[in-house]
């Protein structure tokens, strides 16, 4: 019988890996292999199960070392040793992660804070004649605040021109009770200056003023031919 120890094997028998075996007519034997070979002559069993050949081989990334399970069944004191540089290494690992995670951070932070100079810049809202319901609850709410300062209500909305604005004023004037609203307008900021209603009263009452001169100007020419 040889019992050669060799460095670096595993056993034919079990098919675990270990740092020495012993070669025996059955082939290399790990230690329990050997010792039980050594008192019975015939090779370990694998399973207590009758006439079963395959072995189980552990769940994938798993390596089953034979000394390192033979020191943990071995003494207390040395399977305590091995958790507690599992638990050590464990921990390196974990402070290992927090200390990407912050680096991760930190680059992010640097990106972020120097990406909004190159950004292309935003699209002006279009121009559109058409009133949406929340584009007249802004409207009214300008009046509200800024009176019959147009311009600055249209700044506000961002879809709508000074013209518009003028055209809402006049249009929904009474749907939406603006005389109340520039009311409380006064109230908090004092009157209004610049009265846009005259300017409006003249520009519609000139076609009457023309057809009022005109149906004088028949009304005189009638008579100087009634009088002829």
């Not at 040793?81 to 290494?89: M, V």
């Not at 908090?188 to 519609?204: A, C, H, R, S, T």
């Amino acid at each position: 019988m040889n019992s050669q120890s060799q460095a670096n094997g595993s056993c034919s028998n079990c098919g675990v890996a270990c740092n020495s075996v012993r070669a025996t007519p059955k082939g290399h034997a790990c230690h329990s292999c050997y010792l039980h070979w050594r008192r019975t002559g015939v090779a370990r069993p694998l399973s207590s199960m009758p006439g079963r050949t395959n072995k189980r081989k552990p769940p994938r990334g798993l390596v089953v070392n034979h000394d390192d399970l033979a020191a943990l069944a071995g003494q207390p004191n040395q399977a305590n040793n091995s958790l507690q540089a599992i638990d050590t290494e464990i921990v390196s690992l974990k402070r290992q992660i927090q200390s990407n995670k912050q680096q991760v951070s930190a680059l992010k932070r640097k990106t972020t804070d120097g990406i909004d100079d190159l950004r292309p810049p935003e699209v002006s809202n279009r121009i559109n004649a058409r009133w949406t319901n929340d584009e007249l609850l802004l409207a009214v709410q300008g009046v509200r605040k800024y009176g019959k300062d147009f311009s600055a209500i249209a700044d506000v909305i961002g879809t709508k021109t000074e013209a518009h604005l003028r055209s809402f004023f006049v249009n929904y004037r009474r749907r939406y009770n603006l005389d109340a609203v520039l009311k409380e307008y006064e109230a908090e900021n004092g009157p209004i200056l610049i009265d846009d209603d005259k300017e409006e009263k003249m520009d519609v009452d000139q076609p009457n003023e023309v057809a009022e001169s005109s149906q004088k100007a028949k009304t005189s020419s009638g008579l100087g031919q009634t009088a002829k």
